[in-house]
T-cell receptor
Framework: AQSVTQLGSHVSVSEGALVLLRCNYS??????LFWYVQYPNQGLQLLLK??????LVKGINGFEAEFKKSETSFHLTKPSAHMSDAAEYFC???????????FGTGTRLTIIP | DAGVIQSPRHEVTEMGQEVTLRCKPI?????LFWYRQTMMRGLELLIY????????DSGMPEDRFSAKMPNASFSTLKIQPSEPRDSAVYFC????????????FGPGTRLLVL
């Protein structure tokens, strides 16, 4: 069964520093993978998605993620954190042909001025 | 595009009352999903529809929960009777058959059952 694990429920970085949010998936077949962002009192917004094309995926707001099959990982990065990046980030997986999304537990990102 | 629309945005009710949450998916989208978000359990898929037909309701907690999609532009999630443990944020999402891997989420309904 598909499962997604996010390491670190809380991550704090200084403004201007590298953001790294970790996500590992468990599946016998490489799935589709997603990162969503949730700002306070709002719904989830798609940041980026991997759908078996390029392994390095660029998303909105300067975020990108790299699919590494050998490590079963899909970590989210941004070179320079901005105060507006403070939010909760969710990694999600989806098996090909199945519309159901399986979400990780989320990582709350705090930006230190 | 208006995005996914949910109403109400906030609902406070007393235990035992019926609660109805509403969702209007993005026009032209074929699939509609209902999720529940709590601190304890995170984001859980409750049920999803494709072309107005329920496809998977295995996440519906119990018989107190029911969902309908009478047409392509409207869905309801009903809780009857409501209990304090139903307090959560309920999200609706929709996707298109052409890009069905991508789900677009509504702003959510924050439900508090006293």
């Amino acid at each position: 069964a598909q499962s997604v694990t996010q390491l670190g429920s809380h991550v704090s970085v200084s403004e201007g520093a590298l953001v790294l949010l970790r996500c590992n998936y468990s599946s016998s077949v490489p799935p589709y993978l997603f990162w969503y962002v949730q700002y306070p009192n709002q719904g989830l917004q798609l940041l980026l998605k991997y759908t078996s094309a390029a392994t390095l995926v660029k998303g909105i707001n300067g975020f990108e993620a790299e699919f590494k099959k050998s490590e079963t990982s899909f970590h989210l990065t941004k070179p320079s954190a901005h105060m507006s990046d403070a939010a909760e980030y969710f990694c999600a997986g989806q098996n090909f042909g199945n519309e159901k999304l399986t979400f990780g537990t989320g990582t709350r990102l705090t930006i230190i001025p | 595009d208006a995005g996914v629309i949910q109403s109400p945005r906030h609902e406070v009710t007393e235990m035992g009352q019926e609660v109805t949450l509403r969702c209007k998916p993005i026009s032209g989208h074929n699939s509609l999903f209902w999720y529940r978000q709590t601190m304890m359990r995170g984001l859980e898929l409750l049920i999803y529809f494709n072309n107005n037909v329920p496809i998977d309701d295995s996440g519906m907690p119990e018989d107190r929960f029911s969902a309908k999609m009478p047409n392509a532009s409207f869905s309801t999630l009903k809780i009857q009777p409501s209990e304090p443990r139903d307090s959560a944020v309920y999200f609706c999402a929709s996707s298109s058959n052409r890009g069905k891997e991508t789900q677009y989420f509504g702003p959510g309904t924050r439900l508090l059952v006293l």
